[in-house]
């Protein structure tokens, strides 16, 4: 009779595991809409014009006083919204571990990146520091809410799941990305027939990504459920939160170790992203439909990517797999450099070559981190993985900004992030990830 009990309790256990992964899945499908329609496929190319439509006669916009070239605004403006996240991830972490109130503040994040994105809507004319604006706010709050959300994977999944979980999470999230892109299409392509100007087209898909993340987060913030930690002693807020997090960490100077690889690559993984339809309007003067079409590309084959790598994780392991996708990025962005100008079909193979590594190598990575993480302080060390993921991915849109300001050349911006690739392998290759596993207090795997 014990032993029926024990199996019953077990089972169930198991069924409201799987139903809180299966709700954890969909504030993947709610935020990615807005990294794929808003960050990687319109509000570059489209606060762009806006920005050039404002800018003076030597293509220079004025944002407080300052002149910067109208063509790198937008990266600016990225760079800017990464460095606010810096500031308020680690008080919203911190807040989050000693509180176990996590839905909270993930409820509050995402909600306020979705009203930001859905006033897109009103982004015309001259009006690029509206623009700036909403896309800090927009991209500050995605970075916070992210980093929630990416703490409650150790708390759903037990070790030897987490591969799999993760690699789901952001295969639904692809997915979502690729149906919300083709009706994008739909639409933009026939704007007319639906009584809009191509401008107000692009306001909409704009603004229906915030409507989005809206509506769907719901579903996680209902199945997801808070757990209350044990009592720590408060270190403080603000920044003695963080100097308590990072003397923390450097307790576990391996979890560090792969952190600080972790925000080279994935810095370069982040621009590639976000610069990605800038490169190619501005420089193969490629259209928003072939830019749209490519992107949706990249989504199917995500999808794709992100399941295949998970299988590799389980035959060779997750480190190995990641390096693997690393030497796939360099190869990819390298070969985008020689692209030739309007040459749509070259540019839709160098998005099938993206689409495939891009998800897996994001998806492992966080499940690599999450067996690094001491029990009990999953958000306040997930905050520092955020500042690695979007928190620190400033310094290569500020680079590929620099670049073009300084060359006038998108392929010598583009061609400038191959060295993050190339210093993120070597630094991850040293990282001995089995004892970084056992040194923080976490089972070892059998395969890792």
């Given amino acids: 009779m014990g032993t029926d009990t024990l199996r019953t309790d077990a089972a169930d256990g198991a069924a409201d595991r799987r139903r809180e992964q299966r709700g954890w899945y969909f504030y993947d499908w709610a935020c990615s809409v807005y990294s794929t329609s808003v960050l990687t496929v319109f509000l570059g190319p489209y606060l762009t014009s806006v920005a050039e439509s404002a800018a003076d006669g030597d293509g220079y916009v004025h944002p407080l006083g300052i002149p910067v070239r109208a063509g790198s605004f937008f990266a600016y403006s990225v760079s800017l919204s990464v460095i606010v996240a810096v500031l308020v991830m680690p008080l919203v972490g911190a807040a989050a571990d000693r509180s176990g109130r996590k839905k909270p503040l993930l409820a509050a994040a995402a909600y306020t990146g979705a009203a930001a994105t859905a006033g897109m809507f009103f982004l015309d004319g001259d009006r690029y520091l509206l623009g700036g604006v909403l896309l800090v706010v927009a991209n500050a709050a995605q970075s916070v809410a992210m980093m929630l959300y990416n703490s409650y994977l150790p708390q759903i999944a037990p070790p030897e799941e987490r591969d799999a979980v993760s690699s789901r999470g952001w295969a639904f999230g692809y997915a979502a990305g690729a149906l919300v892109l083709i009706a994008n299409l739909i639409l933009y392509t026939a704007h007319d027939s639906f009584g809009l100007s191509e401008s107000a087209a ?19 913030l209902r199945r997801l ?3 209350r930690t044990p009592a720590r002693e408060a270190a403080g807020t603000g920044w003695k939160q963080l100097a308590a997090t990072i003397r923390d960490m450097r307790r576990h100077p391996l979890t560090l170790a792969f952190l600080l690889a972790y925000l080279v690559y994935n810095d370069g993984i982040q621009t590639v992203i976000t610069q990605a339809s800038v490169y190619g309007s501005e420089e193969l003067g490629l259209g928003q439909s072939t830019l749209i079409v490519a992107v949706l590309l990249v989504q199917v084959l995500a999808v794709v990517g992100a399941l295949a790598l998970g299988r590799l994780a389980r035959t060779y392991g997750a480190k190995r797999t990641i390096l693997g996708s690393l030497v796939a990025w360099t190869a990819t962005l ?27 190598s994001q998806a492992l990575s966080r499940s690599l981190f999450s067996q690094l993480v001491p029990p009990g302080k999953e958000a306040e060390y997930f905050s520092a993985y955020e500042l690695s993921d979007r928190g620190m991915s400033w310094l290569g849109p500020l680079l590929f900004g620099l670049t073009y300001q300084l060359t006038g050349s998108y392929r010598d911006a583009i061609i400038s992030l191959v060295a993050f690739f190339v210093l993120g392998f070597v630094l991850l ?8 596993i056992g040194d923080a207090g976490n089972p070892v795997p059998e395969r890792i």
Wanted: aromatic share 14%; hydrophobic share 60%.
């Fill in 202 to 220: 692009v306001r909409v898909c704009l603004a229906s990504a915030g409507l989005w993340w809206g509506a769907f987060a719901l579903i996680p």
């Fill in 225 to 227: 459920r808070d757990r």
């Fill in 334 to 360: 390298a070969a985008g450099y020689f692209l030739p100008a309007g040459a749509p079909m070259w540019f839709f193979v160098l998005a099938a070559g993206i689409g495939l590594v891009l998800g897996g």
């Fill in 429 to 436: 290759a040293r990282v001995p990830v089995r004892r970084a």
